[in-house]
């Protein structure tokens, strides 16, 4: 079901009333880092954020969101307040996937839904592919939910990734972090990412900038942005898309990411397909960080996707 929406009314839900806590677990190379809010048997939903953002990414909407869910968020390796993956490592899908299973296993969720942001819908996409059984719902804030490349691009791509971490680790050693003052780096912030408001851009850098002698540097790990290795092919895409069993909703925004990330119509449109046919679509006004900038405008739906969901599985269940 394809719906779209000129204007959505707000949301006039109460807020998350529960108290906020910082979330560490330890991993083999230092700690994945993220915040949780609501009681602790509430529904779990676990929300992932885009590439080069952090769990402050979720902060405005979850405060909108019902109270009684357990919401967690975390920052990605590399990103936030999480530790960088050790030298030599490079960053992609099937290693964020395989965090995300170590936070799942330290918090004992066995079934939960997923909010995944751009990058963070790819990720929670792939991993309900290879872990059907565990996901109950996904939303795709924004997300393309599976990038395939060409097939005869996918060498070039991981030569080209290879030889930007090689280069990097040439450089590693003289390279100095550039210090900024915080309203530098905001502004430094908002140039790379022209679709956020002042405050959103605030509430990003309070986890990805740390203070040092004489200002703050950027907290994210610069491998970030060296080509993503871990590539597939279209027929590797559907192919992962077909297992996914979970109830799907997708949200894109009008001026999101089919503007200014477009994608060669004989990868996006057989993709695209695939979540129309296994998904309810929703297409809202606003930009790529809508979830951030105005929340209200994606609350609503959000909320309303998930509690339909767990009331069709109640029914279902009864029916049994």
Known sequence: MIQTLKSVR????????????????PVPWGEIRGRIWGPDNGRPVLCIHGWSDNSGSFNNLISLLPSDWRCLAIDLPGHGFSSHRPAGVFYGFPYY???MRRVLEAVQWKCFSAIGH????????????????????????????????????INNIIRKGMDEMIEYEKK??????????????EERLKATNPFLSDQSAQTLLERGVKQVDGGVVFSRDIRINLTNIARMDLEQCLDLQAQIKAKLLLIQANQGLIKIFPQPEDLFEPIQKGWKDKSTIVTVEGNHHIHLN??????????????SVTAEDAANQAAK
């Open 10 to 25: 707000h949301l006039a839900t109460r807020a998350m009333n529960h108290r906020v806590s910082e979330f560490h677990v």
């Open 97 to 99: 996937v395989a965090d």
């Open 118 to 153: 751009s990058m963070g819908g790819s990720i929670a996409a792939m991993f309900s592919a290879l872990y059907p059984e565990m996901v109950e719902a996904i939303v795709l804030l924004d997300s393309f939910g599976l990038l395939p490349a060409h097939k005869k691009e």
């Open 172 to 185: 590693m050693g003289g390279r100095k972090e550039k210090i900024y003052t915080f309203e530098a780096a």
């Open 294 to 307: 105005d929340p209200a405008v994606v609350a609503p739906i959000i909320t309303d996707f998930l509690q």
